[in-house]
């Protein structure tokens, strides 16, 4: 049983800021990366940002320079902080988890999301 809780999202103005958490619960035996995934109205789900339990970073050109993914490994949380929001970055934001149940099982795991909207 492996949980992904997410939190943080809402309702802000044009170049606003939200910081998104995101806590892994349960049997788990290592996370190798966990990252941020959104879904805006009608698209497909995608890549926002990843980061590697050893810090290695990586995100989508759309939110280069505006928005930081951090993690806390001693507490399973990924953190997104989100700068200079813009109309487009609507969309359900989904935390991701790469892991190991066990020392012989690795999955993928998803949270339920949450809605971030950026609006006048």
């Known amino acids: 049983q492996v949980q992904l809780v997410e939190s943080g999202g809402g309702l802000v103005q044009p170049g606003g800021s939200l910081r998104l958490s995101c806590t892994a619960s349960?049997?788990?035996?290592?996370?190798?990366?966990m990252g941020w995934y959104r879904q805006a109205p009608g698209k497909q789900r995608e890549l926002v940002a990843t980061?590697?339990?050893?810090?290695?970073?990586n995100y989508t050109d759309s939110v280069k320079g505006r928005f930081t993914i951090s993690r806390d490994n001693a507490e399973d949380t990924v953190y997104l902080q989100m700068n200079s929001l813009k109309p487009e970055d609507t969309a359900v934001y989904y935390c991701n988890a790469d892991l190991l149940k066990t020392s012989r099982f690795r999955d993928t795991y998803w949270g339920q999301g949450t809605q971030v909207t950026v609006s006048a």
């Open positions: 980061i590697t339990r050893g810090g290695s970073t």
């Open positions: 349960g049997s788990i035996f290592s996370i190798y990366t």
